[in-house]
């Protein structure tokens, strides 16, 4: 019963380094979703999914890119890692229509130095 | 920008009160409305989901809801240590869903 799997969940990258933040999910989800949450701050949502080969962009999207060629599989790349990029990631699907609830993956504690 | 606001707290309650929780949205399209918790160093975990006028009940939690006044609410009766979280408020709008910041909830035995 696995859900949503997120890997890895600490990193530590040197300014100017690239990554990518893996995400996977089990549920058949048609919509998928990357997060960014600041200390004492909410969820900022960075891109989303609606189904396989669509993205967009949501409120924080500079510095990222995401690709999403199949139902289970949303990564997120970091190109240029720089210090604002220090957070933590969480990614997230659901089934689409306004009723559906958010899953969350255990989060990626990313620490840019 | 669709906002989504509450207040940062912290709100301490003693063991056995009543917490109130409270958020405002902005955008008056927005149809699903929901309460996740958050403990420390965890990731949300939806508790409550409402989506029409009223109040809707879950054991010891109660959403309610005021479209009119663009406003959801959570009570948690008889408030336990365990209780102590942030508790964040979202609103679904569209293919997005919109947080607002938590309240931070803390609970005194």
């Known amino acids: 019963n696995a859900g949503v799997t997120q890997t890895p969940k600490f990193r530590i990258l040197k300014i100017g380094q690239s990554m990518t933040l893996q995400c996977t999910q089990d549920m058949n989800h048609n919509y998928m979703y990357w997060y960014r949450q600041d200390p004492g701050m909410g969820l900022k949502l960075i891109y989303y999914s609606v189904g396989a080969g669509i993205t967009d962009k949501g409120e924080v999207p500079n510095g990222y890119n995401v690709s999403r060629s199949t139902t289970e599989d949303f990564p997120l790349r970091l190109e240029l890692a720089a210090p604002s990029q220090t957070s933590v990631y969480f990614c997230?699907?659901?089934?689409?229509?306004?009723?559906?609830?958010?899953?969350f993956g255990e989060g990626s504690r990313l620490t840019v130095l | 920008q669709k906002e989504v606001e509450q207040n940062s707290g912290p709100l301490s309650v003693p063991e056995g009160a009543i917490a109130s929780l409270n958020c405002t949205y902005s955008d008056r399209g927005s149809q699903s409305f929901f309460w996740y918790r958050q403990y420390s160093g965890k990731s949300p975990e939806l508790i409550m989901s409402?989506?029409?006028?009223g109040d809707k009940e879950d054991g010891r939690f109660t959403a309610q809801l005021n479209k009119a006044s663009q406003y959801v609410s959570l009570l948690i009766r008889d408030s336990q240590p365990s209780d102590s979280a942030t508790y964040l408020c979202?609103?679904?709008?569209?293919?997005?869903?919109?947080f607002g910041t938590g309240t931070s909830l803390t609970v005194i035995p």
């Open positions: 409402i989506y029409s006028n």
């Open positions: 979202a609103v679904n709008g569209g293919n997005q869903f919109y």
């Open positions: 997230a699907s659901s089934y689409p229509g306004a009723s559906g609830e958010l899953f």
